[in-house]
């Protein structure tokens, strides 16, 4: 059997749920790979990141530091490198579709600001998501039509596509959980509710409503809860107004947390709170959800998607801190009556997992 070569290129996933599905997708394909007769090359931001097996690293470190050396990369040299390497399979795990030469071309979409209208704070804050918002939508177009598939994460996403860009060959593929065997041990307070936010912060992510919903409680209530959320002082423009504007005793800024701390937070947390206004997935929702935790999210299609079917979820209008106030406190006097969610949507030509994307990618 000939020798295939794929190249999987997450140059600019260094960070938070896109590194997550880049590291998972290494860790599979690294599996993957072991009883067949290819060659896997990943272009990746630090290759001291990864350490799985049977796979090629090139780093490119200068990637994050700047957008023109991320464009310079996509659509000057990885003509170059696709040349050299000549692969058979290109797949760009990242929403760019590159300049390169390949037997098939795959992109994996999953940067949500092109479906979302950026707000005041947006702009003030992070002005790239206000940029992006316009922007992303142009550049996502570049090359687009050159993929033999273009894969997304959720099916509000493919309708929104096949919309925007009158293209047809798109594939849902539902980001596949993957554990870690030996998450970190992590203590908290017993004496307290321990609700659990993990999120870079950016203003889309929505912590105000969980602050506003906390000063509407009684303090009775207020007392039992503890909420941790992954950022800390100096870590975005966001997080600094968060902190310097609610300096609530609940709050608990741990900061940024490595994978297996965060799946030690699973493990601990009594209930997972996610108010964001924009993902294409929410994958902290899918791993709450295989820890069988509680979960009180936003009342948007991403997250009854990302969720499927599952019994112990409540929803909350992400711009009613009153009902989410009326959820937490539910949850606390343990009187919860949870919405629970169902699947609406047809599976059978989605692909589930990492070994059925890959099976796809390289099949004859």
Same mark, same amino acid.
């Given at each position: 059997?000939?020798? /295939?070569?794929?190249?999987?290129?997450?140059?600019?996933?260094?960070?938070?749920?896109?590194?997550?599905?880049?590291?998972? *997708?290494?860790?599979?394909?690294?599996?993957?790979?072991?009883?067949?007769?290819?060659?896997?090359?990943?272009?990746?931001?630090?290759?001291?990141?990864?350490?799985?097996?049977?796979?090629?690293?090139?780093?490119?470190?200068?990637?994050?530091?700047?957008?023109?050396?991320?464009?310079?990369?996509?659509?000057?040299?990885?003509?170059?490198?696709?040349?050299?390497?000549?692969?058979?399979?290109?797949?760009?795990?990242?929403?760019?579709?590159?300049?390169?030469?390949?037997?098939?071309?795959?992109?994996?979409?999953?940067?949500?600001?092109?479906?979302?209208?950026?707000?005041?704070?947006?702009?003030?804050?992070?002005?790239?998501?206000?940029?992006?918002?316009?922007?992303? +939508?142009?550049?996502?177009?570049?090359?687009?039509?050159?993929?033999?598939?273009?894969?997304?994460?959720?099916?509000?996403?493919?309708?929104?596509?096949?919309?925007?860009?009158?293209? /047809?060959?798109?594939?849902? *593929? @539902?980001?596949?959980?993957?554990?870690?065997? @030996?998450?970190?041990?992590?203590?908290?307070?017993?004496?307290?509710?321990?609700? #659990?936010?993990?999120?870079?912060?950016?203003?889309?992510?929505?912590?105000?409503?969980?602050?506003?919903?906390?000063?509407?409680?009684?303090?009775?209530?207020?007392?039992?809860?503890?909420?941790?959320?992954?950022?800390?002082?100096?870590?975005?423009?966001?997080?600094?107004?968060?902190?310097?504007?609610?300096?609530?005793? +609940?709050? @608990?800024?741990?900061?940024?947390?490595?994978?297996?701390?965060?799946?030690?937070?699973?493990?601990?947390?009594? *209930?997972?709170? #996610?108010?964001?206004?924009?993902?294409?997935?929410?994958?902290?929702?899918?791993?709450?959800?295989?820890?069988?935790?509680?979960?009180?999210?936003? @009342?948007?299609?991403?997250?009854?998607?990302?969720?499927?079917?599952?019994?112990?979820?409540?929803?909350?209008?992400?711009?009613?801190?009153?009902?989410?106030?009326?959820?937490?406190?539910?949850?606390?006097?343990?009187?919860?009556?949870?919405?629970?969610?169902?699947?609406?949507?047809?599976?059978?030509?989605?692909?589930?997992?990492?070994?059925?994307?890959?099976?796809?990618?390289?099949?004859?």
């Amino acid at each position: 059997m000939t020798q /295939k070569t794929i190249i999987l290129s997450g140059i600019n996933m260094k960070e938070g749920g896109i590194f997550t599905i880049l590291d998972n *997708c290494l860790q599979k394909i690294s599996d993957y790979a072991e009883d067949k007769n290819l060659k896997v090359i990943a272009l990746v931001p630090d290759a001291s990141q990864f350490n799985y097996p049977n796979i090629e690293y090139i780093a490119f470190p200068e990637s994050k530091k700047s957008w023109i050396k991320r464009l310079y990369y996509e659509y000057f040299y990885f003509n170059k490198l696709s040349k050299e390497l000549q692969p058979d399979v290109w797949f760009s795990l990242h929403d760019v579709s590159p300049n390169v030469v390949a037997k098939k071309r795959f992109v994996y979409f999953h940067h949500p600001t092109i479906f979302y209208k950026s707000s005041f704070n947006d702009w003030k804050y992070n002005y790239k998501i206000g940029v992006f918002s316009i922007l992303y +939508q142009y550049l996502t177009k570049i090359n687009l039509k050159k993929n033999h598939t273009v894969l997304v994460q959720q099916n509000w996403i493919k309708t929104e596509f096949e919309k925007l860009y009158r293209i /047809k060959n798109i594939k849902v *593929c @539902n980001p596949e959980f993957v554990a870690f065997t @030996n998450p970190k041990t992590i203590k908290l307070d017993a004496s307290k509710m321990q609700l #659990f936010y993990p999120l870079i912060a950016r203003s889309f992510k929505n912590v105000e409503i969980i602050a506003e919903a906390l000063q509407l409680l009684p303090d009775s209530i207020k007392n039992k809860i503890q909420i941790s959320l992954t950022f800390a002082k100096g870590d975005s423009k966001y997080g600094d107004f968060i902190i310097r504007k609610y300096p609530l005793e +609940q709050f @608990n800024f741990i900061g940024k947390l490595t994978r297996e701390e965060v799946f030690g937070y699973y493990k601990s947390m009594d *209930c997972l709170i #996610f108010p964001s206004k924009l993902e294409t997935w929410g994958l902290p929702l899918s791993e709450a959800k295989a820890f069988k935790k509680p979960i009180l999210a936003a @009342n948007l299609p991403y997250a009854k998607e990302s969720l499927g079917d599952y019994e112990k979820v409540s929803f909350f209008d992400t711009e009613n801190p009153k009902e989410l106030a009326q959820l937490i406190t539910d949850f606390v006097m343990k009187t919860t009556q949870f919405d629970g969610n169902s699947a609406t949507f047809d599976k059978n030509d989605q692909l589930n997992d990492w070994n059925s994307i890959f099976d796809y990618l390289l099949k004859d």
